[in-house]
């Protein structure tokens, strides 16, 4: 059963801590993408990678760290140096190629308490 | 700089009546399209995506878009709404990067509602 698989589903954090989510995909896709959703503001890209050991910076990348060690994984730190990061992480890959749609995990929402 | 617009935040229709949710998109070269519906807290899924073949698009559950290069624009149509229908709706551009790879952009969003 190919897919995208984001964990946790939910997740609580405590001011100053970092946390890491998770995204694994069996869709032997090369690119991956982690995106921040925000009420009214639509998908923001933080990170992105196209091959294994290979990342670039996205639109919102302050305060978040990724690795790209395996190709089916790519983890997203949120660090304490990110200063809102209530929001809902969305993880993506996409075939790559002439295939640019991307499909996306069901989501990890973080909250900071 | 490719970008789309979504012009209605918010779209509410009767179950059984037409669903016409509206986006227009600004690009330097022809543009690679999307589609994708969101159900609460859940993922994105791709409706449909438009490449440059025909400029009618049809996706999944009933939805269609037309490309529409005079007027930029790519509205997501469908003949009859159905209560499963309710949603948010984000119509999305393929994004060329320097040095290779693709960013896709996103609108900001339509929240479709489906009311009996």
């Known amino acids: 059963d190919g897919g995208i698989t984001q964990s946790p589903k939910y997740l609580f954090r405590k001011e100053g801590q970092n946390v890491t989510l998770s995204c694994e995909q069996n869709?032997?896709?090369?690119?991956m993408y982690w995106y921040r959703q925000d009420p009214g503001q639509g998908l923001r890209l933080i990170y992105y990678s196209q091959i294994v050991n290979d990342f670039q910076k996205g639109d919102i990348a302050e305060g978040y760290s990724v690795s790209r060690e395996k190709k089916e994984s790519f983890p997203l730190t949120v660090t304490s140096a990110q200063k809102n990061p209530t929001a809902f992480y969305l993880c993506?890959?996409?075939?790559?190629?002439?295939?640019?749609?991307?499909?996306f995990g069901p989501g990890t929402r973080l909250t900071v308490l | 700089a490719q970008s789309v617009t979504q012009l209605d935040s918010h779209v509410s229709v009767s179950e059984g009546t037409p669903v016409l949710l509206r986006c227009n998109y600004s690009?330097?070269?022809?543009?690679?399209l999307f589609w994708y519906v969101q159900h609460p807290n859940k993922g994105l899924q791709l409706l449909l995506k438009?490449?440059?073949?025909?400029?009618l698009v049809k996706g999944i559950n009933g939805f269609e878009a037309e490309f529409k290069k005079s007027e930029t624009s790519f509205h997501l149509t469908k003949p009859s709404a159905h209560m499963s229908d309710a949603a948010e709706y984000f119509c999305v551009v393929r994004l060329r990067l320097t040095g290779g790879g693709n960013k896709l952009t996103f609108g900001t969003g339509t929240q479709l509602k489906v009311e009996l």
């Open positions: 438009y490449t440059s073949a025909a400029t």
């Open positions: 869709l032997n896709h090369d690119a």
């Open positions: 993506a890959s996409s075939p790559g190629l002439s295939r640019y749609e991307q499909f």
């Open positions: 690009s330097s070269y022809s543009p690679s």
